[in-house]
């Protein structure tokens, strides 16, 4: 059908209609992102990148309601596209008691917004060959070797512990669907095992690994998805494979490259002050001030002796931006390279079978279905009009107990950053999911 | 010498420019992809262009001119306005027959018809105005908006004495339910007790919404929610939702957010005492197609002279067939036309996308010949064909479209860019429906080259 000519015009023309095609092509394929080579806070106009200003009034009023509704006390969120901050701005207050006013540089707690990140180092270290998806957990953890499976109560009510088909794998772990568990979910004595022996309460995390290896497995690996302590134990891995302490390894691998300047698993001091606090509502839907929520008590003030790769965290929304922008760069940012691409596309891509895609497994409004999976360490909506959402395909996220959010579109390439500090309690609003409605919305002209 | 100079330029050219020749060549015979960027089309142009220069066939057109005049002719239709587009630009706008066989009134452009069920598709529209506005999301329970709802029982069967058996709902039916007729509604007309009580309490006859809420919220739901499809008053309902969210009238909301700013001059839930002489009279059909005047359809508005005091939001507009084309080519232009913006793209394709479980598209649920099967679901207010293929359709890959009970009908081709509205008003005929998908079948062979 294409009859190549000879003469030098029209191999010209040919070549040029070659070099015009790809064209048609850049809506099909993620077009190849220059790197951003430095990044630049300034607000820049929302229709410069294909935001509608006026339609961005409606996530506004959102976030501002919530506030005027006395149902959150106050909210951070960023807006980027292209790497191109689009909308950051402060509602409400940080402290109400002392009417302190939220500020862009307000530290919060990231709580399983940290999950991510501890993602990020299991793949820094897979970068360097040091564990495949296919390897069994006990290869690095072999206190593992011998767990059972939880097949229900006998007569007596006692479990009945079957061996598992497989020894449960690293990528079951990193995508909570080996069969371990939180123990809040649920009342089986696997959970109520959780609860007594407390495994999250531990003085280091060898201690959290030893209790672990008493508790069996919730399911078989690979046959249900439960969100779980996992992250919590990549985070011993992380300490057992790079021989530093995973704060030490996220400082030095993560946050310090990234100028993640406030982020840590502790708030030194001299910091407290911008320290959120946190609220919860209580029976009637008011906010009060609260301590952490779930079931470790959390001192804040100093590094932790069992860091939590699970919940550890605090950050600014800035620093959680330049995180999120890292990976919707395809894993640098300012010239610094975290991982490569293709590292950062396995890590996003979902990773649970389709047959657990049903919508009864869940945690909060996070609902795995059709279209919406989990990653390593991440949601994936792979489908997003299948899975009721107006986000591109590919777009990963999670978010924490605390109420912040995050996201990252890599097809729209948008990222959103959302930190508020509730924890839950009647009348929390669904900021997450409202503001991708009101976002996507705004988005009228994605080809900018 | 010929494949020596081959073997020269593929020298030149490098592998990936090949490939990508290549597969352009493969590609302009398929559907367009996702979304193109759209240029905005600044001012809508009536003006038909030569159906050639969008890739239609002058000659092939005239068999979708002979399916509707031969109706005509054989006096099973009295009058119609169609108007095909592609790329934005009018293809064709044509009238046919009559608007009225007693005083031999032709049909005209400018005839306002009964929209019945293709008001559902601008309430769709509607509903995903608020959700932009972050006012509901698809998974909330349909309760959180309408309380009265909260305590809706399923029918799960009938006892020997003919009551209904009711259980409790699995789950709370959604707004995605709601949406996509999955909740458990339904119109009443199935031979239940349920189905019985629809009529019995009057529902789609209420005085005003509020009253039509509080007569469902006594009536069991036809199935639990998710398991099943059936054709139902949900976007009645969703109307209620939209006035009560937006604190405007149902009307009033259509107006300012649809109407007005797409510029549908005789769109509206009536028809004013200064448009009368242009509202088309509605014929019925007997079951061998013969055709007298009659009153409008059971339950929606009986005579459209004045705002209705119900506003179904589930049948009770009327409009031309150029404001209608309006709203469809808005949707073709991923929620803009004319410079203005009513929905956002994503909300446009979040709308259009299938919403009804895999599951469920069996071919044993539907209504008249629009069967949920493999490749033919249903969207939020809309079907939509993602699977042409396989629904045994010759549309492009996620064509969307609806009709009403006095035969209009519309639909949307994103992939070839086509917009495609007929108008015209014919109740309970057996052949509605058939010349529905029958004009889906010309259109398409009309369209020699879609690369155009």
């Not at chain 1, 280091?204 to 249900?224: F, H, R, S, V, W």
């Not at chain 2, 399923?154 to 995605?176: C, E, F, N, W, Y």
Request: hydrophobic content about 40%.
């Amino acid at each position: 059908m294409l009859r190549f000519a000879t003469t030098k015009p029209i191999l010209i023309a040919v070549f040029a209609l070659a070099l015009a095609v790809p064209a048609t092509f850049a809506q099909q394929a993620p077009a190849p992102k220059a790197p951003n080579h430095s990044l630049d806070m300034t607000v820049v106009k929302p229709e410069s990148v294909g935001f509608s200003t006026e339609r961005l009034k409606n996530l506004h009023a959102i976030m501002q309601q919530a506030v005027d509704n006395k149902q959150i006390a106050g909210i951070v969120t960023l807006l980027a596209r292209h790497g191109k901050v689009v909308d950051y701005r402060t509602y409400g207050q940080r402290d109400i008691a002392s009417n302190t006013p939220m500020t862009k540089d307000t530290i919060f707690r990231d709580f399983s917004m940290t999950k991510p990140v501890t993602g990020v180092a299991m793949m820094i270290l897979y970068e360097q060959g040091k564990w495949l998806p296919s390897d069994p957990i006990s290869k690095f953890i072999p206190e593992f070797a011998h767990l059972k499976v939880y097949n229900g109560v006998d007569a007596d009510g006692k479990m009945i512990l079957v061996d598992p088909d497989h020894a449960p794998t690293m990528r079951e772990l990193m995508s909570h669907t080996a069969g371990f568990t939180y123990g809040f979910f649920g009342d089986t004595p696997v959970d109520r095992m959780y609860r007594k022996i407390s495994p999250l309460a531990s003085s280091n995390l060898q201690e959290m690994i030893d209790k672990l290896a008493t508790i069996p497995l919730l399911y078989q690996p690979g046959k249900g998805w439960t969100y779980s302590v996992s992250m919590d134990i990549e985070g011993y891995i992380v300490e057992k494979l790079s021989g530093q302490s995973l704060p030490g390894f996220v400082r030095d691998r993560i946050t310090q490259p990234l100028h993640m300047r406030d982020a840590g698993f502790f708030v030194p001091a001299e910091k407290l002050a911008r320290f959120a606090t946190m609220y919860r509502g209580n029976e009637k839907g008011e906010l009060v001030a609260a301590t952490n929520p779930g079931t470790v008590e959390r001192d804040f003030t100093k590094q932790p002796t069992a860091p939590s790769g699970g919940g550890g965290m605090v950050s600014t929304a800035e620093d959680y931006y330049r995180f999120a922008q890292m990976m919707a760069n395809g894993g640098e940012l300012d010239g610094k390279r975290i991982l490569a691409p293709s590292t950062v596309r396995l890590m996003t891509s979902n990773h649970v079978p389709a047959e657990l895609l049903t919508g009864q497994y869940k945690i909060g409004s996070q609902v795995m279905r059709p279209g919406f999976g989990y990653g390593y360490n991440c949601a994936v909506v792979f489908d997003p009009p299948e899975a009721n959402l107006p986000e591109g395909k590919g777009t990963f996220f999670w978010d924490g107990a605390a109420g912040t959010w995050f996201w990252v579109d890599p097809t729209n390439d948008v990222v959103f950053i959302g930190m508020i500090q509730r924890s839950g309690g009647p009348g929390q609003p669904n900021l997450q999911y409202l503001s991708r409605s009101a976002v996507y919305g705004a988005l009228v002209d994605p080809s900018k | 010498m010929k494949s020596l100079h081959h073997v020269r330029i593929f020298r030149f050219l490098p592998v990936a420019v090949v490939f990508t020749l290549s597969l352009n060549a493969i590609h302009a015979q398929q559907a367009k992809p996702s979304a193109p960027p759209a240029a905005p089309h600044r001012s809508l142009d009536f003006t038909p262009v030569k159906p050639e220069s969008v890739g239609f066939s002058s000659e092939r057109l005239e068999k979708l001119h002979k399916l509707i005049q031969d109706q005509i002719d054989q006096k099973h239709l009295v009058g119609a306005v169609t108007i095909l587009a592609r790329h934005g630009k009018i293809v064709e706008y044509r009238t046919y027959g009559q608007r009225d066989l007693a005083t031999s009134t032709p049909m005209t452009k400018d005839t306002i018809f009964r929209d019945y069920s293709m008001t559902k598709p601008t309430t769709g529209v509607a509903m995903m105005i608020l959700y932009e506005q972050g006012k509901w999301l698809p998974n909330d329970p349909i309760s959180k908006y309408i309380p009265e709802f909260a305590h809706l029982k399923v029918q799960k069967g009938v006892d020997a004495d003919g009551k209904s058996i009711l259980v409790d709902p699995d789950h709370a039916p959604t707004m995605r339910e709601l949406l996509t007729h999955t909740a458990g509604f339904s119109y009443g007309n199935g031979k239940t007790p349920a189905d019985a009580m629809y009529h019995d309490l009057k529902v789609m006859q209420s005085a005003n919404l509020q009253e039509m809420i509080d007569k469902l919220a006594t009536i069991p739901l036809l199935y639990q929610p998710g398991k099943g499809w059936l054709y139902s008053n949900s976007m009645d309902i969703q109307g209620y939702i939209v006035e009560k969210l937006s604190g405007q009238s149902l009307p009033d909301f259509d107006r300012d957010h649809i109407y007005t700013p797409l510029g549908m001059r005789d769109a509206g839930f009536f028809v004013p005492a200064d448009k009368r002489k242009r509202f088309a009279t509605n014929y019925f059909s007997d079951p061998q197609g013969n055709l007298k005047p009659g009153p409008t359809a059971d339950g929606v508005p009986t005579d459209y002279i004045a705002p209705p005091t119900m506003a179904s939001g589930g049948g009770g507009m009327v409009s031309t067939a150029e404001d209608y084309y309006r709203f469809a080519q808005m949707l073709a232009n991923n929620g803009e036309l004319a410079g203005k913006r009513v929905l956002a793209p994503s909300t446009v394709k979040l709308m259009t996308s299938p919403h009804v479980a895999e599951s469920l598209l069996t071919g044993e649920f539907g209504i008249g010949m629009s069967i949920i099967r493999p490749g033919f679901s249903w969207g939020y207010d809309c079907a939509v064909v993602f699977d042409p293929a396989a629904a045994n359709m010759s549309d492009g890959r996620g064509t969307f479209f609806w009709d009403g009970a006095a035969g209009t009908w519309f639909f949307v081709d994103p992939a070839n860019d086509i917009v495609f509205v007929s108008m015209i008003q014919r109740m309970t005929s057996p052949d509605n429906h058939s010349l529905m998908y029958r004009s889906h079948a010309v259109i398409d062979q009309a369209l020699i080259d879609p690369s155009k």
